[in-house]
């Protein structure tokens, strides 16, 4: 849901960090400055929540998004709000985040830098005043009653090259100009006119595509790394040696066997409209007994550690998840957690703001509430020093701690950090900003306690400090949890307290894709609601629609643009037409070999 960006954005940028606590609400914590509205504004976004949202058309292809033009002339705004998914995903945008907030924009070598005052929000998701960096580049804009417009030229390919890397094989496409590129399940397709030799050369190369209309589509199951660079024009694709035998066929897979020897016994995929106030809305939702069935829940998250977001596909195919559906917030312009994440005993990201979760063992039911984690350093002569969070992208004054499971180094999140190492509850190392700015080794017999904000480091009057780490229920000492929020249903009743959550009333009364994770007693439900003719249901129509269902707990997941279901390799349910990148999820993988249906007994 383009997944509370704003949430971090806004304090990442403070000096010194004294905002009050982070809440992902829909406008950023430090306001942009006033926009100079020559003319009127015309939005994307839904102006109620129960009507749909102007449609947004890139060369011809519709997709639901939210967006901003401001300005009375039909061709020339005075300034253009996209989101950044939009601009990354169906544009083909390269990003940065500076130590200070700043992200740092570039396509076909045209630059922009936005500081984090002017990163802004539209309905759920970060967005970018682009109009000009989109004029420069040769995009013609254009809104009127049906939606917003945006059209580049579909250049030729001129050639293809290719190079040998270390881990890699690099592909450079030049181009005649400059063209959108997207990215999704299964491969990448670019707005360009190619020829048969040059799809002959792809082949060969390991990306197999096919040339549809003014649409060159390229097939890999491989996770492809492209950027665009300009003068010349070209598109970048590098991807792991030995691509050439990642290669995928066109349309979409077969069903894995493994799911569907299950499908009807043991695990149930159920497609229905439901009706809820009124309004009709299109559910997804798959169910099973943990404690019988042979797959186990576990959490998916990117492996090297906290940073980066993929696809749905890319981190249930990491795990050999048969289902998988996405998990909690995240900061999509840091591309860092914002919520709990606990995989078999580890705290991966520590919850915050006393957010509703799920804890579970493995094979049983799970359970839900709501948590906090309590933690602080002692010195020898009793003095306390509270920490805020553990392993996350959620950033305010005060300490924070981070261990080797947020990955190999830890790069500063705000400016005027500094730090100290701790192993066995000794200092071993002290690190200034400059430091903390260029990044510093997390080591596993380590852990890293960062000040912000100005709050001193702990100074103790013996050589040693006692970290204690205590959970607010004992939901934190299970040994998986994954966060979200609202709470939704708790024990058959709606117990949707947004704001305690620190939920602004704007996302709490706004419609959109949802994803919910939830229990009736019995089974555990992965599942996905859409609307069928608006934007999606509120949240408050979203816990009814579980209660009529029979659920008795129920939490919502990160959603918008970020809802997703896969099921036997393939993403059946995608939240705004398009596959998003998120950063965690939640997946079903298989306990031991599964038999194929029509097997032996």
């Known amino acids: 849901m383009a997944s509370w960006t704003a949430l971090a954005m806004a304090l990442v940028a403070a000096t010194p960090i004294a905002a009050p606590p982070l809440a992902p609400a829909p406008a950023p914590s430090i306001a942009p400055p006033p926009a100079r509205r020559i003319g009127p504004i015309q939005s994307g976004a839904a102006p109620a929540n129960r009507l749909p949202a102007q449609r947004l058309r890139i060369n011809g292809q519709a997709q639901s998004a939210s967006w901003e033009w401001i300005g009375d002339h039909p061709e020339r705004p005075d300034q253009l709000w996209l989101p950044l998914e939009v601009l990354q995903g169906q544009l083909g945008f390269s990003s940065r985040t500076a130590s200070d907030g700043s992200l740092e924009l570039e396509w076909f070598g045209h630059k922009l830098l936005v500081p984090s005052s002017r990163q802004r929000t539209l309905g759920d998701e970060v967005a970018i005043e682009v109009a000009a960096l989109l004029e420069s580049v040769g995009v013609s804009l254009r809104h009127g009653p049906h939606g917003l417009e945006l059209n580049l030229p579909r250049p030729q390919l001129l050639q293809v090259r290719s190079s040998q890397q270390p881990g890699q094989r690099r592909v450079v496409l030049d181009l005649a100009g400059p063209a959108t590129v997207s990215q999704g399940e299964g491969g990448l397709r670019l707005q360009i006119q190619s020829g048969p030799e040059q799809l002959s050369q792809l082949l060969t190369l390991g990306l197999p595509g096919d040339q549809r209309g003014g649409s060159l589509r390229i097939r890999s199951t491989a996770p492809l790394r492209v950027f665009t660079l300009g003068e010349p024009t070209r598109i970048v694709i590098d991807l792991p040696s030995g691509g050439e035998r990642t290669v995928a066929t066109a349309g979409p897979a077969p069903l894995d066997p493994r799911l569907q020897a299950l499908l009807g016994s043991q695990l149930v995929w159920d497609r229905q409209q439901i009706q809820v106030a009124g309004h009709w809305l299109r559910l997804n939702a798959v169910r099973l007994d943990p404690r019988r069935a042979p797959l186990q829940l576990r959490t998916l998250s990117r492996p090297g550690g906290m940073e980066g977001l993929s696809s749905l596909s890319q981190l249930a195919g990491s795990r050999d998840a048969l289902v998988a559906i996405n998990g909690g917030y995240f900061n999509r312009v840091r591309r860092l957690p914002l919520g709990a994440l606990k995989d078999q005993g580890r705290w991966l990201s520590g919850p915050i703001l006393n957010r509703g979760v799920m804890a579970w063992e493995a094979n049983s039911l ?94 103790a009057t013996s050589s040693r400090f006692t970290l204690t780490s205590r959970p607010s229920n004992p939901l934190g000492e299970a040994s998986n949890v994954v966060g979200g929020g609202p709470l939704l249903l708790q024990d058959g009743r709606v117990v949707l307290a947004g704001g305690s959550e620190s939920f602004g009333p704007a996302f709490l009364s706004q419609g959109a894709p949802r994803t919910v994770v939830g229990s009736d007693g019995q089974r555990l439900w992965l599942m996905t609601l859409e609307g069928t003719d608006d934007a999606g249901p509120t949240l408050t129509e979203t816990a009814l629609a579980l209660q009529q269902l029979g659920l008795r707990d129920a939490l919502n997941l990160d959603g918008g643009s970020s809802t997703g279901l896969v099921l036997g390799g393939n993403q059946f349910v995608k939240g705004r037409g398009v596959i998003g990148a998120i950063h965690n999820g939640l997946g079903l993988v298989p306990l031991a070999p599964v038999p194929q249906a029509g097997g032996g007994s």
């Open 366 to 459: 799970p359970r839900f509430g709501r948590l906090q984690l309590e933690e602080w350093l002692e010195d020898g002569a009793g003095g306390r020093w509270p920490l805020q969070t553990l392993n996350s992208g959620y950033v305010q004054r005060g300490l924070s701690r981070y261990t080797a499971d947020w990955g190999p180094s830890y790069r500063a999140l705000s400016d005027g950090e500094s730090a100290l190492v701790l192993r066995d509850g000794a200092v071993q190392r002290r690190y200034d900003a400059i430091n903390l700015r260029t990044g510093v080794p997390l080591v596993p017999s380590e852990l890293l306690v960062v000040a912000r904000g100005g709050f001193p480091l702990p100074v």
